[in-house]
């Protein structure tokens, strides 16, 4: 696994190994995001209770990396004379670590869809919207894999992979919205609207992490 940072600072040591520090923190904040967003898969589409209720508490160690990883970027561009590469890696980190914590965000949603739903019969679209979940976490697994290894070319893929994600959004969408003869309550439908919206923005917010590693990479948006 290639670092994010594959050069030295002879003039500046401590910078070089504080944006290393860094650049493991966003990993490890990373790998929480996966996480919560296998338990939240979990929980709407195994119906999984136990699942939905691990999310509170990653969501919290979550945004805390988030909170400390934003500060120490701050900090180093403040206080530490960064070179331009430098700058360029830390202003990426302060964008992705927004994207994961977002992420992270969509996977605390769509837990608390899944007690909501849980008393209602499983609904007909549910196979496709596990697709659809499926397909959207291995966006984000790529978006991580193309940030250790500093591949830029995995990063703008994504971009490519967001489109099966979208046409999913488009389709299940369409079929909920003209669904027709509903009994009993229409709460299910509403909510899995809202699953599918969170997992279409959770797709968008992988892509966007993408794009921040072609940046580290190239320096162009």
Do not use: W
Not at 91 to 110: C, H, N, P, T, W
């Amino acid at each position: 696994m290639k670092a994010v940072i594959n050069h030295t600072n002879p003039e500046n040591p401590p910078n070089t190994r504080a944006i290393k520090r860094l650049e493991r923190d966003v990993l490890r904040m990373g790998a929480l995001v996966e996480q919560s967003f296998r338990l939240s898969h979990q929980a709407l589409f195994a119906r999984d209770l136990t699942a939905a209720e691990e999310l509170p508490r990653l969501d919290k160690k979550i945004d805390r990396f988030y909170r400390q990883i934003e500060s120490d970027c701050t900090s180093i561009m403040t206080l530490q004379a960064p070179t331009a590469q430098d700058l360029r890696c830390l202003s990426a980190f302060m964008q992705l670590v927004r994207d994961l914590e977002r992420i992270g965000d969509y996977a605390k949603d769509l837990a608390e869809i899944a007690i909501k739903i849980f008393p209602y019969p499983p609904h007909a679209s549910l196979p496709e919207i596990a697709l659809m979940s499926n397909n959207a976490q291995a966006m984000l697994a790529t978006s991580l894999v193309a940030l250790a290894d500093l591949d830029e070319i995995n990063g703008r893929r994504l971009k490519y992979l967001d489109d099966d994600v979208d046409n999913a959004y488009d389709q299940l969408y369409h079929t909920l919205a003209h669904q027709k003869d509903i009994p009993g309550v229409i709460e299910p439908i509403l909510l899995l609207t809202l699953a599918i919206r969170c997992l279409e923005r959770m797709a968008d917010h992988a892509t966007n992490i993408g794009q921040r590693v072609a940046y580290i990479v190239t320096g162009q948006r």
